[in-house]
């Protein structure tokens, strides 16, 4: 940590802390998420996946990893620092003036191009949610947050358990079905939601009835002065059987709203 001067906590979670740095030689700002290492064998391994799949990706819409050592009994993954913060303190901050279409358009275009960046290396994300979606200064979104990634296929992929903000799983993870790059493709149908409407799709009292309406695929309709090219994606993407949604190629390239993706990317 003797290349960096800490700035700021920006975030603290179960994992530890996301620290805001600046690299003494360049003057450049870095995030650096700290990760308590565990004594235990298996979820040492557990931990420094993150570190490895981040590693591994280099797209325009995926933050980009500087690099990443161990001192102690810490995991430091040093990364972009977005300053835009996250897309969920985006949403809350909008209250209830509703995002342009366009903006719309362009955030998720840009989380599809990431997510499909993520796909192609044969990674599925698992964790897609608008607080794992980070915003540069200029208005670009990044996806982030590499702590649930899995290699596809593996068994990880199967032994799902889950922890954290249930809103954006998909009913085949309800069902004990495994994680599949299709249930991702869910996640961002609820983070686009959200931009719509600046509410969650599917939300109830209790997680018995929460998870009965994801199930079910059944949330409130969209306002109608959404594009209808809108209102169709959304219906693809939570259809509840993961075979019928489209994949993030096919929402890129054939799909009847991938000009309008592409003319905002
Ligand atoms: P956790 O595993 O606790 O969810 P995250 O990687 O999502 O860890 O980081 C926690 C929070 O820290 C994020 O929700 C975000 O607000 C902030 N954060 C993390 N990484 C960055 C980054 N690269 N740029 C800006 N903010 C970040
Ligand atoms: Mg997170």
Known sequence: METYSLLKVIGEGSFGR??????????????????QLPKNRTKLENSRREAILLSRMKHPNIVAFREAFEAEDLLCIVMEYC???DLL??????NT????????????????????????KQVLHRDLKSKNIFLTDNGEVKLGDFGSACILNSSKA??????????YVAPEIWENKPYNNKSDVWSLGCVLYELCTLRHPFQAPSWKSLILKVCRGAYPPLPN????????????????????????HTILTSHRVSRLLHSHL
């Open 89 to 94: 303190q985006r949403i809350r901050h909008q």
């Open 225 to 248: 002065h959404l594009l209808y090219e809108l209102q169709y994606l959304v219906k693809q993407m939570f259809k509840t059987n993961p075979k019928d949604r489209p994949s993030l």
């Open 97 to 120: 003036t509703q995002f342009c279409v366009d903006e719309i358009l362009k955030w998720f275009a840009q989380m599809c191009a990431g997510a499909k960046h993520i796909h192609d």
């Open 158 to 167: 199967y032994a799902q358990t889950y922890v954290g903000t249930p809103y």
């Open 83 to 85: 300053s835009g913060g």
């Open 18 to 35: 996301a620290l805001l740095v600046r690299c003494k030689s360049s003057n450049a700002k870095y995030v650096v998420k700290e990760i």
